[in-house]
Nanobody
Framework: QVQLVESGGGLVQAGGSLRLSCAASGRTGSSYFMGWFRQAPGKEREFVAAISWSGGIIHYADSVKGRFTISRDNGQNTMWLQMASLKPEDTAVYSC??????????????WGQGTQVTVSS
């Protein structure tokens, strides 16, 4: 089992930046892929970004490419999502996930509880 806890969400003005963190505990010795998803009210969960164990494979949704940066430090069992040039449409609950393969669908095995990001116009 892997437990994931997100932090770093909050309220920010459009054009601002936030950095989300995802701390992993439990079976962190396994080579998990990790990802970020988001869900806005009334909408389906949406893929944001994903990263391989080594960090050598990274994938972004087109909507965040060039604005968001995903990274991880396996020694710290932590993954981050640096978000810049935020837009009101980025407002959502952001959740991190872990699983045995990189996927843009929400099929990961483990999920955090989510952290709210609100971008005001």
């Amino acid at each position: 089992q892997v437990q994931l806890v997100e932090s770093g969400g909050g309220l920010v003005q459009a054009g601002g930046s936030l950095r989300l963190s995802c701390a992993a505990s439990g079976r962190t010795g396994s080579s998990y892929f990790m990802g970020w998803f988001r869900q806005a009210p009334g909408k389906e969960r949406e893929f944001v970004a994903a990263i391989s164990w080594s960090g050598g494979i990274i994938h972004y949704a087109d909507s965040v490419k060039g604005r968001f940066t995903i990274s991880r430090d396996n020694g710290q069992n932590t993954m981050w999502l640096q978000m810049a040039s935020l837009k009101p449409e980025d407002t959502a609950v952001y959740s991190c996930a872990a699983g045995p393969a990189l996927a843009t669908e929400p099929i990961y095995d483990y999920w955090g509880q989510g952290t709210q990001v609100t971008v005001s116009s």
